[in-house]
């Protein structure tokens, strides 16, 4: 399986074979992008901006933010993508990232189905 090395940092990558959305994943202690529909593996370099692993100690004092994962923040940018509905199959979603937790996190990304509307959000 051919391995690419991306060079640009912390971005989204999309599957150069099917076009889904690619989740970092440490696989064999290597980092990686991996297809979740057809397993497609890009590796990354170890400075990528990805985050893996090893959760910080959160301290109460952390603000928990309360979203309504159905509305894109007026901020957000929002993009269309293909991720298979969990509720009806439908595969082109839009799709926008927000930082929900401590600023040092990744944000949280979110999902809302082009048919039948319904929303979600990815933890990592
Ligand atoms: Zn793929
Ligand atoms: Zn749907």
Redesign the pocket.
Known sequence: MPVQRPRRRGRLRFCPRCKKLMIPKIVNGRKVLVCPNCGYTIELEDDDAYKFGAPKKKSPKDKIIVVDANQPPPTATVLKGQVR??????DE?LFWMMQTRAADEPPTRFYR??????SWREYD
């Open positions: 509905c969990p509720r009806c199959g439908h979603i189905c082009l048919k039948c509307g319904y």
